[in-house]
């Protein structure tokens, strides 16, 4: 693995750019977009479809990796390359993942190999070669375990995080390929979502299936996210939609997802909640990211600047910083601090309202509000009647081998 240092003062064009001389506004020092009226940054280096952007180190640097077969390590102030690792595939890197609690990442690629990095010294720790194309892969939050999906096995493979070691393989696990597969903040559960349009819970303590969803989504998943809480998912989809699952309240049992309006234009290739659950952005094939606003379940703001299909994106934990990776080679980063004062978000703020609704408690009686996402048929206690009584939910210890 050859891994570039790159020195934010130097005058070389990063590896894979283009030679011609270009001006501070295409090197992306704060560019401005007309059409969303939000600033935004745009990073150039990738010489191919971006895959995968990740903001990271409390938002100084964003990781990417590209169909160049290249992972960058980018300097979010001066839009710079910091680190370039090249050659660590021989294939399109299809994502790549920070470990938490570390100074480490995992890429995986059409190659069949994932590789874990060093993002501070470039050092390869690790690569392990499984059977199949890598499309997807994800940490668990407290950093010990990675999960990647492989075709077309239609299986999810759950190893080691310090070694690689495969730790459970769970073969034929969807119909069809295998678009994104994301470990639950608890790290209890691993979700997968695929071209046969379902979505999968797979407990990593029971070693099997205990959610099994029929989406109702008419073409591919291609992308879920958790909140941090875990209460709730949400699916992407080709058929340019996107839907929220009570995961908590088993609700989608019986009435399915909660379609979120007024949608994308092309298909949704992908989606990620900020940690507060307030906020949910998406990427599309319509060249745009959209921001929706989960107290209304509404889109508030259109992010438009890519010349082709959005491929990722995620969102800072503060809400202040969106970066999109897009198959026109570059990385966005779409500075959101002050979108509450945007015209557009005012007015439709003003014409959907809140979302807020208030209840009374069966229990002590008392009105409480509740936002549109979390409205259930279950939820008809207040928070303090539910935090006395105990969870409904517990673990249940493996079973004596």
Known sequence: MASKNMDPLSVEEPPGGEKEERTEEERGAGEWSQESQVPVKVLRAHSDAVTAARLCFNNRCVLSCSSDRTAILWDVESCRPLRV???????????????????????????????????????????WRQAGLLTSC?????????????????????????SGLTLHHVSDHHRSTITRCRFDPQSQRVASVSADRSVKLWDLLAQKTTVSIDSNHSNVVSDCCFTNNGHFLCTASWDKSLKLWDLQAGGFRSHGGTSLQRGHEGSVSSCSFSADANLLVSGSYDRTVALWDMSSLCQTLILKGHSDWVTDVSVSADRKLVASA??????????????????????????????????????CGKPFPVSRLQTSELLTRCVFCRLKSPPAYRPQPPPLM
């Open 85 to 127: 690792f090249d050659g660590l595939h021989s294939k399109t890197i299809t994502e790549c993942a920070l470990i938490p609690n570390s100074n480490r990442a995992v890429t995986v690629s059409w190659d069949k190999n994932m590789v874990a990095s060093d993002l501070e010294t470039g050092q390869t720790l690790w690569r």
């Open 138 to 162: 994800s940490a668990s939050s407290d950093g010990r375990l990675l999960v990647c999906a492989a075709d077309p096995q239609n299986g999810v493979y759950v190893s080691d995080a310090a």
């Open 326 to 363: 897009s198959k026109d080679r570059t990385v966005r980063l779409w500075n959101t601090e002050n979108m509450e004062e945007i015209p557009q978000v005012l007015e439709r703020r003003r014409t959907e309202g809140t979302g807020i609704h208030i209840l009374k408690c069966e229990e």
